[in-house]
Each structure stands twice: as structure tokens, then as C-alpha cells.
């Protein structure tokens, strides 16, 4: 892949900005985009997944008193929200802070996010009828996001923005179960038991996600992540047959645009396949070791993790050397993204991620 | 392996029933002992984790009025309630009804089972102290272990029992942790933090468990379960590092007693790990498909499970193409005991499992 070109990412036609945003230039350079195109620099590029979140005092202060849907939908607080953590921890890569259901609530679906909870859905989506009301994304739907956008990847200068969005199957699952599940049953047994409806509701869904992707993209930033959160629910069999290509349809549109990565939980099975759903990075949990995903996924591959974040509350020494051990089995993929396993814990002590990009960045 | 032989299997010394309980010999040949030792009958002995519970509704009805622990320390209840799927579904193995806890409670640890939560513990264990106030289990601690285990193989005659007994790990997740968690967070760092206070408290919650599965089997059980149902929580390599000898622990000196079945769920990293703590037959959960995990056990593999429990909710066709699959799959081994990938949900139908068992019956 070579550097990024914008143009043509919107999925409703092309894009607006002719040849690509003010801070794709500088960010096109950056580590982040280096080692996701198979050019590592001295040392991997680190990033936290929710490294905007809860973690950090500045963010519960800046988010007291307006609600998570509220947040994401006010271009202010998304862009110092996103910018905190570079802020404070110097991390190479900002990742857009959003929700998965941010995309949905902007066409129109029910969707409240309650705090310990999760998304919760005012009407479960379990039949032909409902499908048929979600309807597509339009950039005009998220004036926020190009506002948002906008004003990171200037902000940000040389360090890139990932743009986020939730994937079909992830999205899937709240819209059916009407919030989170343990089991996926209803979203398993609709699957199997009317797959003509589940595929229509995935294209949907798929459709509002990469316009999502793509209006992000249009705006300015420098790579994306699908975030398959669930997908390490289903078998490979199931995956192949009812995920992958609406995966496919939200990132094979936008190759050529911008570095696609795409990540779920428990997905030591799916690694190959998810790579084949058109990523050029695939995020690895800290289940399977990095030299390990780099077997599995074969020549060229590209990886992105994937310190246990479980261990983010042990002592220092447990930590680096823990680190250490990620960077060294990260060297036997063709490019390394360092970031965690899964999100930062919301009780995470702040200086230990600061600790650890100072660490990453002395291992060159 | 041959015949099981019931005497010395307590750890505590040897067993004092000289020759094996009376139903040992019918079930020594029942199709469950026998997929499990590598002899295969006409079709896959079929039982279902969790068959004794809440989805049957004369389940129910017994518990009403009593508390979890409680059922589990009453001869008469755990008696009844683990010959009730016996008698409904017509399964080729009853599951002793027990909890994981019960062995803990037992030598004085203050737990409780809260309803909708999971066993919640009053003092969790983080310290050398903490650890060394647990003290070994003797089988007086549990004459109704062994009265219950008695009466139910006299009356389950040729169906065998199947004896039960959480895993070091999953005991500690929940005695460090204080409860149940999703990301074994206190767990993951104390092990880290301080192995040998770590290990300290493996041993002792290995040899609580060991003894309460040699318990049953000296009463008469014809195979055991430990459950790891935390494992998949954990790499290969802290697995291998700080689980693996304690579960050998547990498992090993019970070789040549009765078939050791040994399960977690996400486990499909450690499936070979599991089998080398000393598992004749490894359980194996709806991610990785049957013949996959025959492939990474290699020859000899002999393995139980593993129909998504999430699918029982779908029409019948999907249940029984599912079914039919699991079943040739399982051909790649060499003995197959049918079960789900895990436990049956409590809103299952409890027709359906009577289903499935007919239908494994009818695949001669």
C-alpha cells in the first residue's frame, strides 16, 4: 500500500476535499502508518484501545454532567476527549472517541447508552419489518464528525487519528438482543433460523458503518478500526458463513484510502478470516501470542497488540517485562502496533500507560 | 486404560471400599466409560453440562425454599435433582449436582452463592496469612458427598456418574477476586506480582479438589470433571506457567482410578495444555470445531462437547444440522462424548435436549 490517498472514501461518492486533509501529509509519514503498511520505523508505534476514556481524571471531569451519546455528538468535547491521552501520554496514535452505536442513534435508532450497562435499544430489531426502517447514513447525518475531525488532524499535527466504527456483527448483536449478551442467542438463533433477514440486517448495518468509516476518512484521518468486539462469540463456521462479508462490505470499499485494522476478543480462530474481511492490521487479544498470530496469519502480516490489560494493575517490574515480551514477539510479523489486549480498565492507573509508551520507545 | 479400579484414589489415603462400589461394574461398560477410554460404542454417549438446573422446571419446584448451598449439602436433594435429566432426557450420564464452591465451604471458607451474581466470598485471599489459614479437606468434611454419590449410583445402575470439582484456577479467580470478574484483573496480578504465595495457594486449592473428586469416586462415581471455566481467560503461557502444575496436581494421582474429563470454555489455545495435566478426555467449547481440535490433540484424542448452547434457542432444523455436524466431526477422534460447548442456559426448552438425545441415539 502506498500513502494514503482520501479521495473516493465516502461510500455515498466522493469525497469533498480533493487531495486528502491538511494533517494527512505529516500523519501519512508517522509510525503508526509506517507499520501499518509494512514499513516498521526503530520501534512499534503504541496506542491504547479506550486510552480516551475513564482511566483519566481530566475525562471524568470533562464529562461530567452530559451523557456518553451526548458527548460523542458535540464536536468540543470529541476533540479534547480524543486528544487528552496524547496529550498526557505522548502515545503515537489518537483514536477517535466515539461509540459503536453513534452512527445508528444518527439514523434514527433508538439507542440510549446507560453507564454499567451498555447500549440498550428502545425496540429489538427481530424482523423483516424493522430492518427495513434502519436506512443509510448520510455524511449530512454527522456534521459533528467532519467538525470533529477536522479540528484533531489539525491539532494533532504529525500524529494520526484512527477513525472507529462498530462492526455489523457487533452492531448486530445489540440491535437484536436490544443490549448487551453473554451467549449472542437470539442474535445466533436469528442467524441460522432466517438468514435471508439476518444478511439484509448486516448489509444495512454495514452500509451505516462504512459511511461512518469513510466520513471520517473524507475528514482527515489517517487509518481506521473496526471494532468486532463480539465476533470471538461465534465459530469459524459461523464467522465465515454470517460475518465475514458484511465485514468485507464495510473495508474492502475503502482500500487504498487509509491503513484498515480491525479487532475483536477471542479471536484466535479468526484471525486468518479477518484478515480476509480486508485488513491490513489485524488486532490480536492477549490469548495468542504475537509470533504466534504472525504464524497463523502468514506471510505479510501485520498485527497490532497485545499486552494483557488485566496486567496493567500488577507491579512495575510484572509490567515491563510483560511489555518487553509483547515487543520482541511482535518482530516476527512484517509490522507491530503495540497497544493492549483489549481497552484500558477504567481503574488503570494513568501513569502506567505513560510508563510504558516512554518504555516501547526506548526498545528501538 | 482398563477398567476403572476404585481403591486409593483419596488422596488422603486409601479408599475404603476394597473393590468399587456397587454399580462400578455396570457402568464400567457404559457407553460413556467407554467413548472415554478409547473404545467407542455405536453412537456418542450424550449428557449436557448444567443438565441438572434450572431449565427443567421439576428442578425448580425442589429448590424452592432452599438456598444453593444448602441443596448441595442435602443427601436427598442432590440426589434427586441429578437423577431428574436422567429420567427426562434419557442422557448416558448423570453430572453430580454440586457447585464449585461447596469443597471450599466445607473446610470453614465463608462463601455464598448469591442468586444472579455467583458465589461471593466474605474475606477474598491475597495474603500469606489468608493462604495459610485454608486447610486440606478430609472426607469427613462431606459425609454427604459420600452418602449422596452412594445413593445415586445404586440407583442410576448402569448409567454412570459423573463426579465433579472446580479447577485450582478457577476456584483461586473467585477466592482473590472475591467474586465472580470478567477480567481477573486481582487474580492475573497476584500471580504475577507474587508467585509463591501464587503457588501457595494453588496447592491448597488443588488438594481441596482433589480430594473432593476422589470422595466421589471412592463412593462410587465412574468419571470425573474439573471444570476450569476460567481458563480461557488466560495465555498459553501464564497458563502452562502458573495453572498447569496444579491441575496435573489434581488430576494425576486419580490416573488408572476413572476417566478424568477436564473443560474450560475459550479454551482452544490450551487444548493440548489441558490434555497434558493428565485429561483422557479433553472438553472443548462451540469455537473450535471438533476435528479441528482432534488435529491439535493429535492421536489418541479423545474429546467431549460441543454444540453452541446458544443455538438450542433456533427452530428445530438448525438444532438438528448442528447436531448431526457435531457428531461427525467428532469421528475425527478417537472417542467422543457429545455434550454442549457449555452449560444449558436456564431458559432452554427442555424438550429440545430430549430431542438431541434421540437424535445422537439414532446416528448408529
Redesign the interface.
Known amino acids: 500500500m502506498t500513502t494514503p490517498a482520501t479521495h473516493g472514501a465516502t461510500a455515498a461518492g466522493p469525497a469533498d476535499s480533493p487531495t486528502g486533509g491538511p494533517a494527512r501529509g505529516p500523519a501519512g509519514a508517522s509510525l503508526l502508518v509506517r507499520a501499518a503498511t509494512g514499513r516498521p520505523g526503530p520501534y512499534p508505534p503504541v496506542w491504547f484501545m479506550r486510552q480516551a476514556g475513564r482511566s483519566l481524571p481530566e475525562y471524568r471531569a470533562l464529562r461530567e454532567g452530559s451523557s456518553m451519546l451526548d458527548a460523542c455528538r458535540t464536536p468540543d468535547l470529541i476533540t479534547e476527549i480524543t486528544l487528552q491521552p496524547v496529550r498526557r501520554h505522548g502515545v503515537d496514535a489518537a483514536i477517535f472517541f466515539s461509540d459503536i452505536v453513534v452512527p445508528l442513534v444518527a439514523t434514527g435508532v433508538g439507542v440510549d447508552i446507560v453507564p454499567g450497562v451498555g447500549p440498550v435499544v428502545d425496540e429489538p430489531i427481530r424482523d423483516r419489518a424493522a430492518v427495513e426502517r434502519l436506512r443509510p447514513l448520510t455524511p449530512d447525518d454527522v456534521p459533528y464528525i467532519t467538525e470533529a475531525v477536522r479540528t484533531l488532524t489539525r491539532e494533532l499535527g504529525s500524529t494520526p487519528l484512527i477513525g472507529f466504527a462498530g462492526a455489523p456483527f457487533t452492531l448486530a448483536s445489540y440491535l437484536v438482543e436490544g443490549g448487551p449478551s453473554r451467549?449472542?442467542?437470539?442474535?445466533?438463533?436469528l442467524m441460522?433460523?432466517d438468514p435471508s433477514l439476518w444478511h439484509a440486517l448486516l448489509e444495512r448495518i454495514g452500509g451505516i458503518a462504512r459511511t461512518y468509516l469513510a466520513v471520517q476518512i473524507d475528514a482527515g484521518a489517517s487509518a481506521v478500526q473496526l471494532f468486532d468486539s463480539w465476533a470471538?462469540?461465534?465459530?469459524?463456521?459461523?464467522y465465515t458463513e454470517f460475518v465475514l462479508p458484511h465485514s468485507r462490505a464495510v473495508l474492502e470499499p475503502l482500500a487504498g484510502s487509509v491503513p484498515r485494522i480491525h479487532f475483536g476478543v477471542?479471536t484466535?480462530?479468526l484471525l486468518v478470516a479477518m484478515r480476509g474481511a480486508g485488513a491490513d492490521v489485524v488486532g490480536v487479544d492477549?490469548?495468542?501470542?504475537l509470533d504466534e498470530a504472525a504464524r497463523r496469519l502468514g506471510p505479510g502480516a501485520i498485527v497490532q497488540g497485545n499486552l494483557?490489560?488485566?496486567?496493567?494493575?500488577?507491579?512495575w517490574p510484572?509490567v515491563e517485562r510483560?511489555v518487553r515480551r509483547v515487543v520482541a514477539q511482535g518482530r516476527a510479523a512484517d509490522g507491530h502496533i503495540f497497544n493492549l489486549g483489549h481497552g484500558v480498565?477504567p481503574d488503570t492507573d494513568p501513569e502506567v500507560l505513560t510508563r510504558i509508551v516512554e518504555l516501547v520507545h526506548s526498545l528501538a
Open positions: 451467549d449472542h442467542a437470539r442474535t445466533k438463533a441460522h433460523d470471538g462469540a461465534l465459530s469459524l463456521a459461523d477471542g484466535g480462530e492477549w490469548r495468542v501470542s494483557d490489560p488485566a496486567l496493567l494493575s500488577a507491579s510484572v510483560a480498565p
